[in-house]
């Protein structure tokens, strides 16, 4: 949306050139942006370095889908810069990385590579821990009607933020829950 800042921001990375400039530049928009790299899993040396305060080594140079990702260690200049822009890194595994490839080309009806494909999985949204907290809240206390309304509304959120219906209908059946306790 035009004119929402981010929480954070999540990059694909491998010697991280890339990851330090996106950061440069999220950071000169808004400096209390989090910026965060995604590498495979097992291939996670600037994650690993960053939290080491030092270059950190991968043991192997190959074997994750994400080949474009694959650098060895960070470069020297980036990881100077990540030290003081980036807030840490994720890792991601490779039947995380298909399964967002597969969503992106059955739902997005686009084709990605699969480190491309890398840092759409990791987003967990306010909303989204709300509504694990919300819906924990529910199994705790079925009989209440409040939790329910308000698990109604963040399906709402949810909807209205991935433009996906689907989440209308389960705050439909929420409300229509609670009605049943309460009418």
Do not use: W
């Amino acid at each position: 949306a035009v004119g929402a800042v981010p929480d954070a921001v999540l990059v694909c990375c491998s010697g991280g050139g890339f990851a330090t400039g996106v950061s440069l530049a999220v950071k000169q928009a808004n400096p209390a942006t989090d910026v965060f790299t995604v590498e495979p899993a097992g291939f996670d040396d600037f994650a690993r370095s960053l939290a080491a305060g030092r270059h950190e080594r991968n043991a192997r140079t190959s074997g994750s889908i994400c080949d474009a990702l694959m650098a060895v260690t960070p470069g020297e200049i980036t990881f100077a810069l990540a030290r003081r822009l980036l807030q840490g890194g994720l890792a991601v595994t490779d039947d995380e990385v298909r399964a967002a490839m597969r969503f992106a080309y059955a739902e997005l009806k686009l084709v990605v590579e699969p480190g491309g494909a890398m840092s759409t999985i990791v987003g967990d949204s306010r909303t989204d821990r709300a509504l694990r907290e919300m819906q924990d809240d529910v199994r705790r206390n079925p009989t209440r009607t409040r939790p329910l309304l308000r698990l109604a509304q963040l399906f709402v959120r949810k909807a209205r933020e991935s433009s996906d219906p689907g989440f209308y209908q389960l705050a439909d059946d929420a409300v229509t829950r609670a009605l049943r306790l309460d009418p």
